[in-house]
């Protein structure tokens, strides 16, 4: 940021003289006081509703003037002209010679002058102000007269040094954001480039303007993502604080003036975010009308093929992008009606974005044998069968199944007679609708049948800005803003030929608009009053014509279907297979799985910011009011008309395990996989879902208040040296419900009224029942958790001025996070539980499918059934003592000029957070009983420890009112439900605990160089970022801290803008004639890059390290696999054969031996109810680096002195490198454990080469 520091000299200071100043203010004129009446009410409406902060986004010029002998001069006039606008700001020096003149616009030109009695005036020359700038223009007079005028040497403020303030960020200037090629022409995309920032997202994606998730996932500084607080204007600009907390509405390229990114905050008037601030200036109008119209478009053509393509020898696909609009801005002008010159300001700009993009689609569809009852190709990539199993063997005291074989005595055949005939016409439907391809993926084993689909999704959005600027007399200025954007898409998603299910759409609306009032009432005080009204809501889901499916044609009684809250739609089906496809990668993709889940959320905030500036001899005070409400209507219909999961535990080997099979080999020698039985296909053939699911709820309407005052003293201790001092206090309400629909805890003493309803004469051992859900009208609160007083944030930072052209600052604070409100409401969400097996999954209820829920779909009771509410389920409740998260951020460092207009910025910057969020686990638990239970503590006498937890006890809540799935239908349920401190619930989790700490250390470097011809910024971070406060286990209570899995060891960045110097009037060329110059002069060069090292990989909570994860072989690349060289030696735990010490047998389906792991063993299977002991994430194991390079090529055309065209050629993602982010296979029982393999992961994780054309004209 540009500094103006005309001299150096010794400062003498009077006197700090604290007095109340109303008296005199009452004194003056009554418009005056009219005005501060009007202040002083928008103050006391601070204790009313609908009030919020704004955070300053204007620059601010202060300074000193002396004389030639360094006296101080009071009293003098300093005048502050906008160029642009012909606004003049004058204000007097105090006793110390000290002026300061805030509220300036950034990004338009000001000049500065000093007049005082006996002297000459004194101007400083032209100066663009940038956002949230202080700039520092000292004065030393000379003796004379006032007509004798003095320009300041320009040269003494070049050097660019902010000698004001201790904060730490980046200003992306106009230039930046209008010149750099963004893939989207999202201007907060170029964030991608600041030190200290990452994109959890995935960086180099495409962020249009319609979407706002991709850009919601930055993290600052170590801190957590979609914690970053945006403001618009100084207005608070994030949408729905308790979905993705990211930006609410992004304008234009054309309408941005620039923006800034502090990364670490001391000024108090920042809160409510992790540490790091966004702040946006639009652009406003001058005197000059001036604009631009532009259109920007992508064309297949341009674009290469992606990765995928290539690899299964598709062809590139179609792709269609425009981008275009228009900005105008100037003066309000009426002919004959109304000349704005001088005093009115406007600003439009339209924008209209349009997207077809293709979208590669791989999708598994059930083999057609199997539909003949044939699972004989059902096999592992080692080619050895995997079994399936018949239910219907088992019973409760024998639970062991017979492989399905037929009367021919052939293994892995089901008699078809056997298949439910709901499950019979589903499958048809996928085969009838799909047709497999005929290429072949790697590792594709025989039994997939792989649908290939690349359909046209369309995105599209427009957007408005209207911004107005109006100056009242000399001493206020009124603003405002008008911000719209509209956001639909459409992805088809499905097969072309199945209407009743022909894709979804989704769409976002933002709306942002407030006003801002200035008034000087004296040189020293002025007030700046802010309102402004948000509105952010988002719709998604199936498009109508899904509805219009009658599930009764698939057999379904509509006896069943009556009852549900969506009675047309076709329902969800969910195939999760153990084994991984080739075609996706996961356990089994089908299209029917795809998501008709319906989807609204409105958001509204309100926002009053009143805030008062006082310069006080050496100090300037700022103080404001924080204050916002916000509502919520929390609105789901998931699920449409039901969704139907089937996990293959039905057919497994076992019935609480489909991990592993212990049969060697069929007694015809067929050898037989080790790595998993059982087949979620067969289990829905047969009728035998692991779960049906409704979603029947009412929809919460919120309301949170939120409340801080502030207090910022930026202290000019000596003319070298200034602190800032700052003191927040925040007070973030917890949100209470419209109709108290929700619930405030859990209360752990009282006896639930059920327990008069159980015969504990016959269950003797059964405790009293206590325990249950609170409502407020039972807990006398309307508040999920208590309110949190405890949020005080002292601020503290200093610059100092070590010489011209050095200046060193540091600073600390505590700043308190965005709060992820996550109040419950349990009874007012009341889905029927779906109960398939009498006795825990060893037997099954007959037909579950086609009744899946014998006792009907209940109503949604809300409150009236107390501590008895979801008797028989697991129950979620917030934490009743919950505290807002909050971060201590600090940094030192030092920022030296460096020769051709060059800086160099060398930072600590360190963060600590305390009391995130983690979740307590089940409290539900009987921890000394689940422990006996641990399997690897078997002895000769006891060689079965686990069937202590997993054996069946008679139920003593069978048929109990109130009590609902298997509690109310089994007969017999598992024993250690009834071990529980709280029986009558399976499970008791409590979320939002403040447990959670993180730490971040780095070195940022930064190197700005700003020539005429050319700007340049270089960033390097070098940081560690490391996470603790939940359990590795939550039964045992082994506590975590690892390395964070958004830690990045080093980050480089690269952005610059260059105007090549050849032509007229420039260094190169410089008197060619004008035809040759409009060929060879005018042409610009833009790139921006990145850099950046592979993230921690996440480790499966299943499996414990029990030896050295690295292996011996080194990390290799190949077309189509990045091994990152990780131990695959992998152990899994038998169930079937129990020793005194546990069994574990090797993995062999990945193609290890004994031999070859013997003493090199790396995972080992958590044996039931033993321990986990193994981190979430390794340093040792990260995935691929991540680099992408985009260029834009324009030329430039300059018609007259105010008209030009400029036409641009750009290429992102220029070298086509693809990156493969967080895709990394870390399931050990995966043939590519270890390592990405590239088709299964679904193609690379950023765009292709896309080239775009653009041209604007610009007047």
Known sequence: MSEMVAHTMPWRFGHLVVQAGAE??????????????????????????????????????????????????????????????????????????????????????????????????????????????????????????????????????????????????????????????????????????????????????????NNMYNISFFTVNGTPAQNTEYTLDGMPNNANPWYSNGPSTVPSVDAIQEFKVVTNPYDAQYGRTASGVVSMELKSGTNDLHGSAYEFAKRGFMDANSWENNYVGDNRPAHTEDQYGFEIAGPVYLPHLYNGRNKSFFMFNFERFKEILPDFQTYDIPNASWMQGDFSNFVDASGDLMPVFDPSTATTTDPTRQIFQNSAGQYNHVDVSRFNPIAVNTVKLMLASATPTSLTFPNELPWESIWVNTVPDTASSQNYVLKFDQMIGSKDHLSGSWVRSYNPSFSPNTPANVPWFNGSTFTEYHMNSGVDWVHTYRSNLISDIRFSYQRYWRTDGPIAANLSYDPTQLGFSSSLISQLPLKTGFPEINFDMQQQTAATGNGYNNWLAMSRDFYYMPDDSYNLSPTLTWNKTRHNIRAGLDYRIS??????????????????????????????????????????????????????????????????????????????????????????????????????????????????????????????????????????????????????????????????????????????????????????????????????????????????????????????????????????????????????????????????????????????????????????????????????????????????????????PQGRCQDLAANPFYGVPGFIGSFETSPQIATIYLENPYPQFPSIEEVQNNWGRSWYNSLQTTYQQR??????????????????????????????????????????????????????????????????????????????????????????????????????????????????????????????????????????????????????????????????????????????GATQIDVNLSKNFKFTDRISMQLRMEEFNVLNHPNWYDQVDMNPTDTNFGTVNKILTGGQSNNPRQGQLGVKVLW
């Open 1011 to 1184: 020539l005429g011809w050319e700007q340049l910024n270089a960033t390097w971070t070098w940081s560690k970022t490391m996470q603790a406060g939940g359990y590795m286990d939550g039964v045992y209570l082994v506590p975590e801290r690892s390395i964070a899995g958004t830690d990045r060891q080093n980050r480089i960045t690269v952005t610059s803008v260059m105007n090549l110097p050849i032509g007229r009037g420039l260094k190169y060329l410089s008197s060619i004639n004008r035809p040759l110059d409009a060929v060879i002069g005018g042409w610009e060069l833009a790139a921006n890059g990145f850099w950046e090292t592979g993230q921690p990989v996440g480790l499966s909570t299943s499996y414990n390290i029990v030896g050295s994860i690295r292996s011996n072989r080194p990390k290799n690349s190949t077309p189509d696999i990045i091994d990152e060289g990780v131990n695959q030696c992998v152990d899994l735990w038998n169930n079937a054969t129990p020793t005194t010490a546990g069994y574990y047998k090797l993995f062999t389906t990945n193609g290890q031996t004994a031999a070859s792991c013997a003493g090199h063993v790396a995972w080992q299977q958590v044996a039931p109810y033993a321990p986990h002991t193994t981190q979430s994430y390794t340093d040792q194991i990260r995935g691929p």
């Open 631 to 944: 509502h919520l209507v929390q609105t789901f219909q998931y699920d449409n008309t039901m969704s139907i999961t089937s996990n293959g535990l039905a057919t497994s080997e076992y019935w609480n395990d489909n991990d592993s099979n212990d049969i060697a080999t069929l007694p015809d020698g067929t050898p037989l996989s080790q790595s998993g039985s059982g087949n979620a296909v067969l289990d829905f053939l047969l009728g035998q879902p692991n779960s049906v699911q409704v979603q029947n709820q009412l929809f919460p309407y919120y309301t949170q208040h939120y409340y801080a005052p502030w207090i910022q003293d930026d202290w000019k201790v000596t003319p070298r040296l200034t602190l800032n001092l700052g003191f927040r206090y925040d007070l973030n309400g917890p949100p209470t419900a419209r109709h108290n629909w929700l619930n405030t805890g859990f209360d752990f003493d009282a006896v639930n009224p059920v327990d008069a309803l159980v015969n504990h004469a016959a269950y003797p051992g059964l405790p009293t029942l206590k325990g249950g859900i609170t409502f407020p009208t039972t807990s006398g609160t309307n508040k999920p958790w208590a309110q949190d007083y405890t949020k005080w944030q002292p601020r503290i930072g200093f610059a100092w001025l070590a010489r011209p052209t050095t200046i060193i600052r540091g600073g600390a604070g505590r700043i308190v996070m965005n709060p992820a409100d996550n109040p419950q409401a349990a009874g007012f969400t009341n889905n029927p539980v779906y109960s398939n097996s009498p006795d825990g999954g060893r037997t099954y209820y007959a037909n579950n499918l086609g009744n899946p829920f014998p006792s009907g779909i209940p109503s949604i009771p809300g409150a009236s059934q107390g501590l008895e509410t979801y008797l028989g389920e697991g129950v979620v409740y917030a934490n009743p003592h919950y505290r807002l998260p909050s971060v201590i951020n600090g940094s030192l460092g030092i920022e030296q000029v460096m020769p051709y207009d060059g800086k160099v910025e060398i930072s600590y910057v360190m963060s600590q957070g305390y009391g995130q969020d983690r979740n307590y686990g089940d409290r539900n638990v009987n921890y000394a009983y689940y422990q006996s239970c641990n399997a690897t503590l078997g002895t000769a006498t006891n060689p079965y």
């Open 24 to 209: 005199q203010l009452w004194r003056r004129n009554r418009m005056s006081r009219r005005y501060l009446f009007l202040t002083l009410i928008a103050w006391i409406a601070i204790c009313c509703p609908r009030i919020s902060r704004a955070q300053e986004f204007r620059a601010t010029i202060t300074g000193v003037v002396s004389d030639s002998s360094k006296a101080v001069i009071p009293n003098a006039n300093v005048s502050v002209r906008n160029l642009d606008t012909n606004e003049v700001q004058t204000v007097r020096t105090n006793a110390e010679g000290v002026y300061s003149v805030p509220y300036l616009h950034p990004g338009q030109r000001v000049e500065v002058s000093v007049e005082a009695q006996g002297f000459k005036r004194m101007v400083y020359p032209p100066v663009v102000l940038t956002i949230s700038q202080t700039l520092t223009a000292n004065f030393m007079l000379e003796i004379g007269t006032q007509n004798q005028v003095v320009t300041v040497n320009s040269e003494s403020y070049k050097v660019g040094l902010d000698t004001e303030k201790a904060d730490r960020g980046t200003v992306i200037d106009n230039k930046t954001i209008t010149q750099l090629p963004l893939n989207g022409r999202n201007p907060l995309s170029l964030m991608d480039y600041i030190p200290g920032v990452t994109n959890e997202a995935g960086p180099g994606l495409e962020s249009p303007p």
